[in-house]
């Protein structure tokens, strides 16, 4: 079964078989946590990461606690008090509707977030295993595999999401399962890459030759390899995943009311730029933004601490 | 080279060919089919098997696929259900006006992002870097959408400089007579680009401002200034290409969305309207012009990115 990526390790790779056993007998016993260590100790330094770590700590409180000690009543509409500007008993105000807007800020922000993470988790998941087995097997597999990534990344994704939302009527966990299953093509590509260049690797050369199994190779050492980039872009998919569930939001294609997410809030205050009813469009529009930048604050203080990783070793 | 493009080149085919299979897949998603689709939860089932019939839909998969792959390609991309026109003339009016929008956005990110990012990498980590950094942090996080709202509010509804619709019309003309109508649109979605190319843009003037052929012009004694434009940039220029052509697909969403917000009537708008409408043939049509205008956009980036720079020959 391996025999097209064989051929292919053969014709990419020239191993020298010289620092074979250095490579093997230069491993201490405790490297991987070492190599943890020494990445958390990077990541901790990096002062813009934290932050983006205890903004997202916060927004995760306002979101899921919050509403446990401020209660307002976000099923039933009440046209006796619509877009009321802030005041008492509505710290900022009420919508078209009659909701509380504050507490609408939180029921919205937990199907963001929710969503936003959960469709991260699978895409990272749904790729790595793409990647793998892409890279893994190689040849004709791997052509194939990878020509379908391409073709779904060659269509723009919110024309894609667009379209998938007219067929199935969006609910939250649809909506999780949908923008998980469209955005694992980078996970994908980013673990294909490496585990084709660790492949070749000396020490993976090495497991081969003194009869270590494919899948012992793999496990051992391809996938750890793997697991810094893999979580570094899983980051910057919950990142894209609030995004785009904010597009379809806004595009009137999201989750249906009375529930709602941060980007549909904002696609109801749209109606009110004229008379001005700013409490409708500043607060969820900032909260995407804030949140945003914290995950990729977070996605760029992991990458560093990775990369420091890789350059040490 | 030749060979080389040759080889980009099939492997494009052969992803617009993945791509026709997907979007058909995704065809026969429709609940109860393209019948049902069309002719509403309604029609009888006789009504459904005539038009299955009529339509060609009752033939095997295989045969549907083959079919369907010979109209795609002779620019028959069926009927609009809600529009009473065919799904290519309305692709015809609309497209050029996207076009354009995208076009001048792409032409005033690259006019500022290239300066700003230059002008980043050579202040590196001076308060202005930091600025620039902090908000194309910002702007990239920030959805299109509340960027057009608060352009609008700001530009159009305070100060009064610019309408807040972008020009209606069928023809392009009058987005050139009515242009003060066009600068909120274009501004609007080129920010987003403008902060991702202006990092981009930094740090690969920076990934080559360390080099030593830089160290050796500057042994020679060029100027800093001769230095940066002479040496540095040629070799800094070379990865906007490449994000030239990958920063479509992310082009055509913003333009989906901008024109949503400023009712610019290009595809964008029509492709929303038809999601709205469950108007599946002018969706579907959207879908493979997008898609094939992404393949191209990178075969050409690869293309030119190999004639410009001799180490690429994979």
């Known amino acids: 079964m391996s025999d097209p990526g064989r051929a292919e390790v053969e014709v990419s790779g020239e191993v020298p078989s010289g620092p074979v056993p250095v490579a093997i007998s230069g491993l201490p016993a405790g490297r991987a946590k070492s190599m943890f260590r020494l990445g958390l100790e990077v ?49 900022l105000g009420t919508d078209e509707t009659g909701y509380d807007q504050l507490g609408r800020l939180m029921v919205g922000g937990q199907v963001s977030l929710a969503i936003g993470f959960a469709a991260a988790i699978i895409a990272t998941i749904v790729g790595t295993v793409w990647g793998a087995i892409a890279g893994f097997f190689g040849g004709l597999v791997d052509a194939v595999m990878m020509r379908i990534v391409d073709a779904i990344l060659s269509i723009p994704i919110l024309f894609l999401l667009l379209f998938i939302v007219t067929i199935v009527r969006p609910s939250v966990p649809v909506m999780i399962f949908v923008l998980g299953l469209t955005a694992w093509l980078v996970p994908a590509r980013l673990v294909r890459g490496e585990s084709l260049t660790l492949r070749v ?113 | 080279m030749i060979g080389y493009i040759l080889r980009r080149l099939a492997q494009s085919i052969l992803v617009v060919l993945v791509v026709t299979i997907i979007v058909f897949i995704l065809l026969h998603q429709l609940p109860g089919g393209a019948a049902r689709a069309i002719l509403g939860p309604r029609a009888t089932a006789l009504q459904v098997a005539q038009f299955n019939a009529a339509n060609g839909y009752d033939q095997p998969l295989l045969v549907q696929y083959f079919r369907q792959l010979g109209e795609w390609f002779t620019g028959n991309f069926g009927f609009s259900i809600k529009l009473n026109q065919s799904v290519s003339s309305l692709l015809v009016q609309r497209l050029p006006k996207t076009i354009i929008l995208s076009l001048l956005s792409l032409i005033l990110t690259v006019i500022v992002a290239v300066p700003l990012g230059i002008y980043q990498a050579v202040r590196r980590n001076r ?59 274009i501004v609007t979605l080129a920010l987003l680009s403008i902060a991702g190319f202006s990092r981009y843009m930094r740090s690969s003037v920076l990934d080559n401002i360390d080099q030593d052929y830089v160290r050796t012009a500057q042994a020679k004694g060029a100027s800093p200034r001769r230095v940066l434009y002479h040496h540095v940039l040629r070799n800094a220029l070379i990865p906007i290409i490449t994000l030239l052509g990958l920063s479509l697909p992310a082009l055509f969403a913003g333009a989906l969305v901008t024109e949503s917000i400023f009712n610019f009537p290009g595809m964008g708008l029509l492709f929303w309207q038809a999601a709205q409408s469950s108007d599946y043939p002018v969706e579907l049509g959207v879908v493979i012009i997008t898609a094939f205008a992404t393949v191209a956009g990178n075969l050409l980036a690869d293309v030119s990115l190999a004639v410009i720079d001799p180490r690429v020959k994979l």
Request: charged fraction near 10%.
């Open chain 2, 127 to 185: 308060s202005f870097d930091y600025i620039a950094t902090g908000f194309s942090f910002i702007f990239y996080a920030a959805p299109t959408f509340f960027i057009g709202i608060i352009m609008i509010e700001v530009f159009s509804q305070n100060l009064g400089w610019f309408p807040p619709e972008a020009p209606q019309s069928n023809g392009i003309g009058p987005i050139f007579e009515q242009f003060d109508a066009m600068v909120l649109p």
């Open chain 1, 201 to 313: 690797r000396e020490y993976v050369q090495a497991v081969r030759v003194m009869g270590g199994s494919s899948w012992h190779s793999v496990l051992r050492h391809i996938m750890p390899n793997v697991v810094g980039t893999v979580i570094v872009n899983a980051t910057f998919q919950v990142a894209d995943a609030i995004l785009l569930i904010a597009y379809l939001g806004y595009l009137g294609l999201g989750i249906s009311p009375p529930a709602t997410d941060w980007g549909g809030m904002l696609s109801n205050g749209t109606a009110f730029i004229f008379p001005n009813y700013w409490w409708l469009i500043y607060p969820p529009g900032i909260l995407i933004i804030v949140v945003v930048v914290a995950v990729n604050l977070v996605g760029d203080g992991l990458r560093d601490s990775v990369e420091v990783r890789l350059q040490r070793r």
């Open chain 1, 43 to 91: 990541f901790i330094q990096n002062r813009l990461a934290i932050v983006g770590i205890v903004v997202l700590a916060l927004a995760a409180l306002f979101c899921f606690v919050a509403p446990l000690f401020y209660r307002t009543d976000q099923v039933t509409v009440n046209l006796l008090e619509t877009n009321l500007p802030p005041g008492p008993g509505h710290p």
